[in-house]
């Protein structure tokens, strides 16, 4: 059983029992990660689906730590490569961070520095990451070529294009694409591409940003992974931000090689415009033909992007500029689709300050009382801390009663969840009491987040009312 093998690994990497064991969320990954406890040690299990992507990540991540990077050292890999085990980096990814600023639109000081902080490490990846890199171990191909720009054009031309009902001359577009791929390659710089840097792959350890997920990178032009972190669609950054983010990188940039600004700003506008049709063919597919209503949502805000490089014609593609000239101002893309996703409310609360009330007039949800759970503020070392404060974690975790608690919270609210999305509801509340909302009831209401975040395509907000807390996921 592969679960047997993460056990074996973690058993005789560490020397300690497996006590715990839990399953941890993905976006899109057919791999599964779990998050694997004994005595004090904790450590993230991999079971991965594809050697050669496996292998990708262990050379990758061997090489990347030999170079210092902020990268999860890889501890002990199972005999048939297909399990590992590697350094837990905690549980705080920058994505999550900045969804007040990506709701809002305005982005806090707060946000802003994360966001530099982390394209300030972008470099080292790219540079120092590819010195005596042998390039045969990335997965799937060993460098960005010819045929990758063919797939990302024809994605977007075939799942996003054609489902619109745009009228376009096939043979036209392919001639400029021709020359637009001509124009992506002619750099051959021996830089590492990570192929997938965004906000979601950024994990914060001490208040550093550490890296995870790159195992389909390879050599590859610079532009592409600062492309697709500053315009990363659904992150609406404001063009201040954006800049900042590019003077950080340049700033950067500058302790590896020179820089030419004017030459630089021209390679990376030519890189927006390839993320932009690239997201827009993901967009399509997920949207279009898997018909998930997140992705249909998402599309105003590439199709924004596009209007705002469309300001400065490509004028050495002119048919393709035409067209999505044509494209950027149909009707239907013109104004934000609105998210109809079912969105789930879900509060701490302290039981003496009464029960929260329900703002949306459906008077349905659960109100969940946690005080037969062990109580950490009974004891005066825990009450300078929170539910998400790792005291207060493993107090609640060491004896199991929270978890036992919580699978059966799991059961109620994912049935009700399901339904409410096949009744098309648009609401649900779900309240966890405790005696001072701090501890039990905070813990409680973030792994109910994350479980339901990890498992339906749904709006979550969390609101810890006794903490003055309300974020978004």
Not at 61 to 85: N, Q, R
Not at 143 to 149: E, I, K, L, S, T
Not at 290 to 299: C, M, R, T
Request: proline share 3%.
């Amino acid at each position: 059983m592969a679960d047997d093998i993460l056990k074996d690994l973690f058993e005789s990497y560490t020397g300690q029992q497996l006590a715990e064991k839990s399953e941890l969320s993905t976006s899109g990954s057919n791999r599964r990660y779990f998050r694997l406890k004994g005595g004090n040690i904790s450590v993230v299990g991999v079971l991965g689906t594809n050697f050669e992507e496996n292998r990708a990540f262990i050379a990758l991540s061997k090489h990347f730590k030999e170079k210092h990077l902020h990268v999860p050292t890889v501890l002990a890999v199972s005999e048939d490569g297909m399990s590992y085990i590697q350094e837990d980096l905690g549980e705080k990814i920058l994505y999550d961070q900045l969804a007040q600023g990506r709701e809002s639109g305005t982005y806090s000081s707060y946000e802003c520095n994360l966001l530099c902080r982390t394209i300030e490490q972008l470099p080292k990846i790219q540079f120092r990451g590819a010195e005596g890199l042998d390039w045969s171990v990335c997965y799937p191909q060993p460098a960005f070529d010819g045929r990758m720009v063919d797939f990302d054009l024809n994605y977007f031309k075939y799942c996003f294009l054609k489902a619109t009902g745009l009228e376009f001359n096939e043979v036209q577009l392919q001639e400029d694409f021709e020359r637009f791929k001509a124009d992506l390659l002619k750099d051959d710089d021996n830089t590492f591409m990570y192929r997938d840097f965004q906000a979601r792959n950024v994990m914060l350890r001490d208040g550093e940003p550490y890296f995870i997920d790159y195992q389909g990178g390879r050599r590859g032009p610079i532009y592409y992974d600062v492309a697709s972190f500053i315009w990363q669609a659904r992150s609406r950054y404001p063009e201040e931000l954006r800049q900042e983010m590019i003077r950080t990188y340049l700033r950067a940039l500058r302790g590896f090689t020179q820089v030419d600004e004017a030459h630089f700003h021209e390679r990376l506008r030519l890189f927006v415009l390839f993320r932009t049709l690239q997201v827009l063919g993901a967009y399509g597919f997920r949207g279009y033909f898997e018909k998930k209503p997140h992705f249909i949502a998402s599309v105003p805000y590439a199709l924004g992007n596009l209007r705002r490089l469309l300001r400065t014609p490509f004028k050495d593609y002119p048919y393709l500029n035409a067209l999505l000239a044509k494209l950027a101002s149909m009707p239907q893309f013109n104004e934000t689709a609105q998210d109809k996703r079912l969105e789930v409310h879900i509060y701490s609360f302290a039981y003496k300050k009464g029960i929260p009330a329900d703002n949306t007039g459906n008077g349905g949800g659960y109100v969940f009382d946690c005080r037969s759970v062990n109580n950490p503020g009974k004891y005066e070392h825990y009450r300078q801390f929170n539910g998400n404060d790792p005291e207060v974690i493993r107090f609640l975790e060491d004896d199991g009663e929270v978890l036992t608690f919580l699978d059966s919270v799991y059961k109620l609210v994912d049935a009700h969840v399901k339904r409410f999305i096949e009744r098309k509801f648009t609401h649900l509340q779900v309240c966890f009491g405790c005696t001072g909302g701090q501890h039990r009831s905070v813990y409680c209401a973030e792994h109910l987040a994350k479980h339901l975040s990890g498992k339906f395509d749904v709006k979550i907000t969390v609101t810890h009312r006794e903490l003055d807390i309300e974020k978004i996921l």
